[in-house]
Antibody, heavy 119, light 108 residues
Framework: QVQLQQSGAELVKPGTSVKLSCKAS????????MNWIKQTTGQGLEWIGI????????SYNVKFKGKATLTVDKSSSTAFMQLSSLTPEDSAVYYC????????????WGQGASVTVSS | DIQMTQSPASLSASLGETVTIECLASEDIYSNLAWYQQKPGKSPQLLIYAANRLQDGVPSRFSGSGSGTQYSLKISGMQPEDEGDYFC??????????FGGGTKLELK
């Protein structure tokens, strides 16, 4: 079955960067686009961006341009998201989620990775 | 960006009660609407896609309807395991995908 296994919780200092991973299994990694989503209590769910694992092509929510960088490693079926210049407002749970190829929907989600930005 | 207004923000339902949650889009999203359930500490689980298609494995008491800008999720007979947060997602005008604000459903 489709599984997206994310890296663990991170506690990081303001001004630094963090790189989250999302290892896919149970399907052909390059066949589906991968999304990243931010969830906070205050702002709810926000879509960050999407990457085509086959081509490496990306598209970002304007709000997260310059904040998030999406990449993949096809050899390990892993997607990555780097968050830079971290501030306390970046503290959230971050999810990776696979796009369905036939409908405009994210049909499988990772378990989430908590990022806490604190000095 | 398309704005998704979800209501109510919270509700409490009795066992067996029918529950309805709604999402209103700021423009026509042509049925490109999904519903998710999220339990505390867990990731969202897809319930409904394309406005009214039931995801494999989801109980038939869940149903979706709507068109244009107005969509709803119905739970026909509240069960204890249905407690959780529910939210809608539009995929019509992309980027960006946009989510509803969420509904917290509790068992009365």
């Amino acid at each position: 079955q489709v599984q997206l296994q994310q890296s663990g919780a991170e506690l990081v200092k303001p001004g630094t960067s963090v790189k989250l991973s999302c290892k896919a299994s149970g399907y052909t990694f390059t066949s589906n686009h991968m999304n990243w989503i931010k969830q906070t209590t205050g702002q709810g769910l926000e879509w960050i961006g999407i990457i085509n694992p086959g081509s490496g092509g990306t598209s970002y929510n304007v709000k997260f341009k310059g904040k998030a960088t999406l990449t993949v490693d096809k050899s390990s079926s892993t997607a990555f998201m780097q968050l830079s210049s971290l501030t306390p407002e970046d503290s959230a749970v971050y999810y990776c989620a696979r796009s369905n190829n036939y409908y405009y929907v994210m049909d499988a989600w990772g378990q989430g990775a908590s990022v806490t930005v604190s000095s | 960006d398309i704005q998704m207004t979800q209501s109510p923000a919270s509700l409490s339902a009795s066992l067996g009660e029918t529950v309805t949650i709604e999402c209103l889009a700021s423009e026509d999203i042509y049925s490109n609407l999904a519903w998710y359930q999220q339990k505390p500490g867990k990731s969202p689980q897809l319930l409904i896609y394309a406005a009214n298609r039931l995801q494999d494995g989801v109980p038939s008491r869940f149903s979706g309807s709507g068109s244009g800008t107005q969509y709803s999720l119905k739970i026909s007979g509240m069960q204890p395991e249905d407690e959780g947060d529910y939210f809608c997602l539009q995929g019509s005008k992309f980027p960006p995908w946009t989510f509803g604000g969420g509904t917290k459903l509790e068992l009365k």
